[in-house]
């Protein structure tokens, strides 16, 4: 079974065409790197795959449930809500603006969700919790206030929070991109723990060199289109594609 | 001193209905006003436009003639007309009135809250419903106290509107016996009243700023 399959998958922005027919799959235990420009559709269609955006036409499966698919009109077609938010429960996600919580402390916003949506008590979520922020180091911080931690602190806090659904999949959309460069190591060190721990990880990244450890598969996105794909080294050090050959020559001059 | 002990009974008697209205007003707008602000920022547009068009019309138009119109206009009407007690038809009056105006600064706070937390709030799977209960008004009540706290004590001193239902309030109250007595001193001392319960409202306000200044966003 595949944890992610995408088929055809089209969106637009009014007459922008963002994703021109992206088909997919993800095998457990992947990492996935999707790069490239900006305005590819690379976090597009990361958002596309828990519903932030909604597809115009196409198929996407979750872990073998059809999520959406194209009707007899043409025109997708999601399954019932409630299915739909079971299905994307599934995936958690880490945004590049954190998206915390900031009325509630880092302990607060990492049981939130668990003890809202999937009713888990308190008392049987506060360990698991805590263990979630001491795998990210910040268990120390527990008590604080989000606008009380460093951006990468916050960053480490988010995946916490996604952790603790306990999902079978994690989008990483641009994680580091809001951080000062001094701060992305501990971001990319608790995701680089994440993938050798086997979660299946779908990351847009601008940090060519996490690509190039941690993905053992990577994406190069432009204009709305897979143009290339494959191993890691053969992407980096053997490109085909003249689109990925130019967009890499320019990232690895800067 | 004797003078102002001897009008204090009835006008603390006037300063009770005050409270009254303005309690009642408060506990009921506050809700209403909110259900207004979601409905006017509900993906239905004929729900959006008809409360639109009420917070225009409730706005737009004097207290006083809303008040008036409740109690003497309401009776009226053919067929539905309602003759309500002078205390039912101030509050019906104020609490629409007020409602309108909380609906905006409700409505105002809302839509200051940044998509990011919606967001945040729906990758995790929560609900529209868990979303705004949980995440969104949390936040938002920390940053409409001010403007609410402004609604309030204008509030007080609107409560005085009602005389023109012949209903004693503090003000109505004062007014006689300042007919009564040719004296200025009860229009003081009314004035110490309404100064000392908007001065608890600014304390009790602060208080909530406090508690809320815990969290920076």
Redesign the interface.
């Known amino acids: 079974m595949k944890m992610i399959k995408i088929e055809d998958v089209h969106k637009s922005f009014q007459k922008l065409e963002v994703l021109k027919g992206i088909s997919l799959e993800v095998n457990k235990g992947e990492v996935i790197a999707i790069i490239g420009p900006s305005g590819s559709g690379k976090s597009t269609l990361l958002r596309c795959l828990n519903r932030l955006e909604t597809i115009d036409r196409g198929s996407i499966e979750i872990e073998g449930e059809l999520l959406v698919s194209t009707g007899l009109d043409g025109k997708s077609q999601y399954v019932p809500e409630q299915d739909a938010r079971r299905i994307c429960r599934k995936m958690g996600m880490v945004f590049q603006s954190f998206n915390l919580f900031p009325h509630l402390t880092v302990l607060e916003n990492v049981i939130e969700a668990p003890m809202i949506v999937k009713g888990v008590k308190r008392e049987e979520i506060v360990p698991q919790a805590e263990a979630l922020l001491k795998k990210v180091g910040l268990v120390d911080k527990r008590d604080s206030y989000p606008s009380r931690l460093s951006g990468g602190q916050k960053q480490r806090v988010a995946i916490a929070r996604a952790l603790a659904m306990a999902p079978d999949i994690m989008l990483f959309d641009e994680p580091t991109s809001a951080l000062d460069p001094e701060l992305t190591g501990e971001v990319l060190k608790a995701m680089r723990q994440l993938a050798e721990e086997h979660m299946t990880m779908l990351v847009v990244t601008h940090e060519m060199a996490f690509a190039r450890e941690v993905a053992n598969h990577v994406i190069f996105m432009d204009n709305g289109e897979i143009v290339e794909q494959g191993l890691p080294e053969d992407i980096f050090n053997r490109p085909t594609h003249p689109r990925t050959k130019a967009f890499l020559s320019n990232v690895m001059q800067s | 001193m004797e003078y102002i002990l001897g009008i204090l009974g009835p006008m603390l008697e006037g300063t009770v209905v005050t409270l009254e209205m303005f309690f009642v007003t408060i506990a009921l707008s506050l809700p209403l006003g909110l259900l207004l602000s979601l409905a006017r920022i509900s993906r239905f547009k004929a729900l959006r436009d008809i409360v639109g068009v009420y917070i225009w019309l409730f706005r737009g138009t004097p207290l006083m003639l809303q008040l008036l119109f409740v109690y003497f206009g309401l009776p009226l009407i053919p067929y539905i007309g309602i003759k309500l007690d002078d205390f039912p038809a101030a509050v019906f009056a104020f609490v629409l009135n007020y409602a309108a105006y909380f609906a905006e600064i409700f409505r105002a706070g809302i839509q200051s809250i ?1 998509r ?2 919606y ?9 529209y419903v ?1 979303t705004m209960r ?2 969104v008004l ?2 938002v009540i ?1 940053r409409v106290l001010p403007p609410v706290s402004n609604e309030t004590i204008t509030l007080v001193k609107d409560t005085s509107l009602i005389y023109v239902l012949a209903m004693n309030d503090l003000l109505r109250t004062t007014r006689a016996i300042v007919q009564r007595d040719f004296s200025t001193t009860p229009f003081i001392v009314a004035g110490v009243v309404y100064l000392l319960m908007t001065l608890v409202l600014t304390w009790g306000f602060q208080k909530l700023e406090k508690k809320y200044a ?4």
């Open positions: 940044d990011g937390q967001e945040g709030a729906k990758v995790l799977g929560m609900t868990q949980r995440i949390p936040q920390k815990v969290y920076d966003e």
